[in-house]
């Protein structure tokens, strides 16, 4: 029963109509979710109590709330109601498995669709260490994340070996991303199987450069054919080599002031290959001392020849900025998610949108931190994230709704 003195609110609008998901509506509008659902063709037929919209925020906040049920995720969205004064007395949650059911009709593509749509590298001209020599630096790498130990989710995505014979405990999905270095924003991400390598998922994410950002990438990143295709998008790139007989071998051609060299790369493992274009590249070599009798040695290829536009030095600093893509997967994984969280869905369309969900969350928390560092003139890396996303579940929900 309604407590004394509560009236419902005179609207031909339902509960699931007003579901207000506080900041995450300012990074992912009604109208935009509504847009994306429709060109997926999830559009409902028929007037659901969890319509498409719904449980598009529902697998966001899913993000926020990885530890909870899907009813306590669902009361967290539902709770800033202008319905709050008295709809916990007068409507039934639905039950975990209709929730699981309108998960299951909207499916991943929309949240791939909407993550794709707004993210964008978001630092400004003013914007603290986002920028080398007018260039906006970006990284890309790639992680690992535990989902359920279904059948299906063993099948789609396997598993990693332990020991000779063994086998993980759990099914593992592979994530490749690009993010701005200065504002640990995410805006572009594949997202495969265990088995396939962070090589092969990073070539289409290639197609998101353009002139005027600089890539930097490991070690395990180098090959001719996506050097090649690298280049050809107008971007600059700074990436670390492999020095040892697996990796390129850079034919040298001339000394530079600051102690970096050209050289071209030939590869030569077929006829054809040797007739190709050698490739020019500007080589810093370098090690960092850390006490110990045999300090790491570095090899970084670069696209930026000019060694009196950015000098060796300023090569070497800014490729430390690559560590930060490796806080923003520990933003993810650890605080996010949670640590030693395991992703709960069972399918391996429902474990795509719940990825896709958690980088729509972390893109969101983060636009929010860029502008607020911005407006307090503080580095939006340096903000941090932990409080952030305290914040923001506690904010998730507040009075308001958006339109039905």
Not at 130 to 146: N, S, Y
Not at 209 to 227: C, I, K, N, Q
Request: contains cysteine; neutral net charge.
């Amino acid at each position: 029963m309604p407590r004394a003195g509560w009236k419902k609110p005179e609207t031909e609008r339902r509960l699931s109509d007003l579901v207000s998901v506080g900041v995450l509506t300012r990074v992912f509008p009604p109208g935009l979710v509504d847009e994306v659902i429709a060109k997926a063709g999830r559009t409902e037929q028929r007037h659901r109590s969890l319509p498409a919209r719904v449980m598009a925020y529902f697998s966001i906040g899913m993000a926020l709330y990885s530890e909870g049920s899907y009813e306590d995720v669902l009361g967290q969205l539902t709770d800033g109601l202008s319905w709050a004064s008295g709809w916990r007395e007068s409507y039934a949650l639905p039950s975990k498995s209709a929730i699981f059911q309108a998960r299951a009709r909207l499916g991943a593509e929309p949240l791939k669709a909407l993550f794709e749509r707004v993210a964008r590298p978001i630092g400004t001209d003013q914007t603290p260490g986002v920028w080398l020599a007018g260039r906006r630096l970006v990284a890309i790498d790639g992680m690992c994340l535990d989902v359920a130990d279904t059948t299906a989710n063993a099948e789609h995505f396997g598993r990693p070996g332990v020991n000779k014979g063994e086998r993980a405990a759990f099914p593992m999905a592979r994530v490749v991303a690009l993010a701005e270095c200065g504002t640990h924003a995410v805006f572009a991400a594949e997202i495969g199987p265990y088995s396939q390598s962070e090589a092969t998922l990073a070539e289409p994410l290639l197609e998101r450069l353009e002139p005027g950002m600089m890539l930097t990438a490991d070690r395990g990143f180098f090959s001719y054919a996506l050097w090649r295709k690298a280049v050809a998008t107008g971007a600059d790139l700074l990436w670390r080599i492999r020095t040892d007989k697996a990796g390129p071998k850079a034919t040298h051609l001339e000394d530079l002031p600051d102690g970096s060299w050209l050289a071209h790369l030939r590869q030569t493992h077929s006829a054809s290959a040797r007739r190709e274009e050698p490739v020019l590249v500007r080589v810093v070599d370098y090690t960092i001392d850390d006490g110990r009798e045999n300090p790491t040695a570095y090899r970084l290829f670069t696209t930026l020849l000019n060694a009196g536009e950015v000098t060796a030095i300023d090569l070497a600093a800014s490729y430390t900025q690559r560590w930060e893509i490796e806080l923003i997967f520990d933003e993810l994984k650890t605080h996010q998610r949670g640590p030693r969280t395991v992703l709960r869905s069972k399918s391996p369309d429902l474990v795509l949108q719940e990825i896709w969900g958690h980088l729509c969350c972390h893109y969101a928390i983060r636009s929010l931190m860029a502008e607020a560092a911005t407006h307090s003139g503080h580095d939006p890396d340096r903000v941090s994230f932990t409080a952030a996303l305290r914040i923001t579940r506690q904010t998730l929900a507040h009075p308001g709704a958006f339109p039905p």
